[in-house]
């Protein structure tokens, strides 16, 4: 898990209300991870339900994502961060967390697009940001997005709502987007002396499209779309 895939995550649950259960889908702590993977303190007093595909730290409940042993709509929210690109059955997967949402259930996605190949046990997708906005379109409402060079994005994210979509959403998603372009702009603002000298070296020396990848790293952008209309959010 990245520090930005956690800030998406907790913003999500500090500008909506994440109705119960919650349950996350690849909660297992790997090596290096421990308690910094930890979720569960983003929804106090909400029973929190890790799963995984094998048994360990985090993990609460082993379940596969792609055949998920609970019944239809007994969800409140899911959280999937970092853990689509690790699902070989990767349609299914969303056809499965659509279908244990209740109504009004959030659904909570992120994934890497521009990143190294890394088997927790195995690695087999990346999703473009219009690939995952159209795993999303069975939600009401939605918010997608990417994080970095718009060419070629190194991380995409989204937050999906199960019909019938909310009053305020689209305020709220609007929110989320400012928010999380605001902690960007503070997470560069403060990085160290010697990450912002050596980012600055690496803009002279790369590549073209190695050098976008650098200045755009902290740039987000996003799409809101709610029952069938669409306008650029934040």
Known sequence: ?????????????????????VYEFGSYQVEGQL?????????????????DMRPGPGVDRVEDVSAISLGDETAGTILCIETFEHVFEVRRAFDE?????KPGGLFVITSPLNFRIHGYPDDYWRMTPNCLRRMMSPYAAR??????????????????????????FARKADELALAYRAWLRKTEEGLPLTEKVRRGLSRVYRSKGERYQVSDYYSADFTLDVEGQLANAG
């Open 1 to 21: 898990m990245r520090d930005h895939n956690k800030a998406f995550c907790r913003l999500v649950a500090e500008n909506f209300e994440c109705p119960g259960p």
């Open 35 to 51: 308690d910094y993977a930890d979720l569960r303190s983003m929804f106090p007093g909400r029973e929190y339900v890790g799963c």
């Open 97 to 101: 967390v659509f279908r244990v949402l």
């Open 143 to 168: 918010l997608t997005g990417y994080q970095g060079y718009h060419k070629f994005p190194h991380s995409v994210m989204a937050l999906g709502v199960k019909g019938p979509s909310p009053a305020g």
